[in-house]
């Protein structure tokens, strides 16, 4: 089975009030050039397909557009989406079985009936190829209760997902998971494994049973464990925050069953990428002085790295505006860094809402501590007992 596998899209997403309609068209139009080279058996998109639960009109008639689009360029393809924390559940299956018509496959829920949930409502046949598996975002307390009251509510509903999906595969055909959330690849004594996200969990808690998790959640492409193809992230196409300067992509999986997935990355031209200039803190007129030196022809999102002991000046917006002016760059917001402490040393000042947002308690937490220069580890083992005992008092 051939898939193609791709992840948080943010549809409708502002960069610091700059509407990026056109950077979303721009993307719909290489990954449909990718859809019709690649002829995959299906497009999985693995959750926040809009950056808000209440989208534009303007977000949904691009997302209905584009879908259709999609489609055309490779009608046998399956296209299942999942709903993410972003999304509103009932708004993105609101068109379900007028999807199904056009081979889309929507999952927002997990449907509930007298006897628990509809499992099948979650098994996807793609045609002689292999067997998708959708789950959409669902915090951990909401998952149905297990038939142990001491088991993970998460970590049963995805053994009982993945035992149904071995009793309807009788020809034994490759099975892909899809999930939207951020797993941990450990949780003992070390550091856990975590990139962004509020509820993290084990890697185990998928379970066994597929030949590849298909996961959205977190913005930058990788595999966990890093040296394995089996768990992927495909990440997000376009970066949403300063923090994600990296390449952005989607994935081509080649799948078989019983063997080691085959994966090929396929980068994402960004019209507009988002850059922190200069690298190092400097003082806010040489900060400036670089803006004024990037190319008029530099089409990025721009962040000024700047370091200073006294905050930063009233008309400090009107100078950057002022130096940016003429040029094809956007200039967003500025990074601070106290030259009173170390360069090395992770500040919360220099973090902006959105990144904030992403993170979960305990990057919070070390970077408050080694901000203060307070040696954190000590206080993070307190935290991450604290969170284990509530969480086990929860599951009482």
């Known amino acids: 089975m051939k898939i193609l596998h791709t992840s948080d899209w943010h549809l409708g997403h502002e960069m610091y009030n700059y509407r990026r309609q056109d950077e979303f068209d721009a993307f719909f139009r290489q990954l449909t050039d990718i859809v019709a080279a690649e002829q995959p058996d299906a497009l999985l998109v693995s959750g926040d397909v809009y950056h808000s639960s209440v989208p534009t009109v303007a977000a949904q008639s691009m997302y209905v557009e584009s879908m259709l689009a999609l489609h055309q360029a490779c009608p046998a393809m399956e296209i299942i989406v999942t709903a993410g924390n972003h999304d509103s559940a009932s708004r993105l299956e609101i068109d379900r079985l007028l999807w199904d018509h056009f081979h889309v496959h929507v999952v927002g829920t997990l449907e509930r009936t007298h006897e628990g949930v509809d499992l099948d409502r979650h098994i996807f046949h793609i045609a002689g190829k292999g067997i998708v598996a959708a789950v959409p975002h669902v915090f951990k307390q909401n998952f149905p209760a297990a038939e142990n009251p001491a088991a993970d509510r998460q970590t049963a509903f995805f053994r009982a997902l993945l035992d149904r999906v071995e009793k309807v595969n009788a020809d034994g055909l490759p099975v892909v998971l899809m999930a939207h959330l951020a797993v941990a690849a450990t949780l003992d004594a070390g550091e856990p494994y975590t990139i962004g996200g509020m509820d993290y969990s084990p890697l185990s808690a998928l379970g066994t049973g ?52 085959q994966l ?64 094809a760059c956007r200039f967003c917001t500025f990074q601070l860094v106290d030259e009173r402490l170390p360069s ?16 979960n308690p305990m990057e919070v937490a070390r970077k408050y501590l080694e901000g203060k220069g307070i040696p954190p580890t000590e206080y993070l083992e307190m935290m991450r007992e604290t969170i284990e005992q509530l969480r086990m008092e929860d599951a009482e």
Do not use: W
């Open 210 to 261: 597929f030949d590849y998790a298909a996961l959205g959640h977190l913005h930058r492409p990788h595999q966990v464990p890093i040296d394995s193809t089996a768990v992927r992230y495909s990440g997000s196409p376009l970066a949403i925050t300063f923090n994600e300067e990296y390449e952005h992509s989607v994935t081509i999986a080649e799948i078989h069953s019983d063997e080691a997935p």
């Open 264 to 327: 090929r990355v396929i980068p994402i031209q960004p019209m507009r990428p988002v850059k922190t200039i200069p690298q190092q803190a400097v003082p806010l007129d040489e900060a400036l002085e670089a803006l004024a030196a990037l190319p008029d022809n530099d089409s990025s999102y721009i962040r000024l790295n700047v370091c200073s002991a006294d905050g930063l000046p009233p008309d400090c917006n009107e100078r950057a505006v002022a130096a940016a002016k003429g040029k």
């Open 344 to 359: 090395d040393r992770h500040q919360l000042e220099d973090v902006t809402p959105d990144e904030l947002r992403a993170m």
